[in-house]
DNA sequence: GCAATATTTCAACACTCGTTGAACTATTGA
DNA sequence: TCAATAGTTCAACGAGTGTTGAAATATTGC
């Protein structure tokens, strides 16, 4: 993947309307949902949802259908993924047993944001 | 994860800059990197690297440690997989199946993407 | 103490982004 | 054809973001 689209694919999650919209459509699935459907489930005006919408499908994070007058959304999983990929490329400076650490502390649904205790705890006090 | 978090990392991940400084992080693991051997790999100036910096520490994906007169910094991989959780939660309607088509393809470049197995099982289906 | 090194803070500027109402296009159903 | 519905485009405004040089802070070694 190149740079430029997970740049593109960054900026759309980094709206709240835009995190919303495809969150949602992540969980629709296939079915996907048509434009009046987004708008209804997140209360967010046509004009602005529109203006959102155009964003997500432009970095191709989400796909368009037309259906008679209204437009199916429907989240582009793959590109998420391929994204996801990108970002964790050669981690740990390849290392598996330290991308092991890491993973064990970290239950994948974590209630809690560990956000300033990160990694190094690992280094000098808890390891040798 | 609050969803407000989630956003600031992927608003965090949206600058060129930060992008790299964050997968250069995330390549040197455990070691870390002190602020003057980004700004060398990367090329970037001193002034404007802080700035960048700053903003992946606030969201909590890097973290600092001191070292004498350097500034150490790593990368929060537990924080950037609770990330990850969010984005893909409740996907494809809850169908396994949905998600086992998608995943399909999918490169599986780091030792990470196991931990996204939450996408296809969310339904407490057991595949593999 | 003093100079050199490492990094951050500050002020200023251009630029981009998100939101909104009004206007526009396209499709449906009568 | 006409009105209603679904959705997009446009123009404008305020707010936020990225970059830079100059100045400030902190640490090291002499």
């Known amino acids: 993947m190149e740079k430029a689209v997970a740049l ?5 999650l980094s709206s709240p309307v835009r995190l919303d919209v495809f969150r949602l459509l992540v969980q629709a699935g296939r079915a996907g949902k048509v434009a009046g459907e987004i708008a209804e489930a997140l209360d967010v005006p046509p004009t602005n949802l529109s203006f959102h919408l155009k964003g997500l499908t ?4 989400a796909s368009v259908e037309q259906e008679g007058r209204y437009q199916r959304y429907r989240a582009n999983i ?13 981690c740990c400076a390849d290392d598996p047993d330290e991308c092991a ?3 064990r502390g970290t239950p994948a649904a974590a209630p809690f944001l560990p956000a300033l205790e990160p990694v190094a ?5 808890s390891r040798s």
């Open 78 to 90: 793959p590109l998420m993924l391929d994204t996801i990929a990108f970002l964790t490329a050669n």
């Open 58 to 61: 432009q970095c191709g994070l």
């Open 8 to 12: 593109q694919v960054f900026e759309a």
């Open 101 to 103: 650490d890491l993973r």
């Open 121 to 125: 705890r690992a280094r000098g006090t």
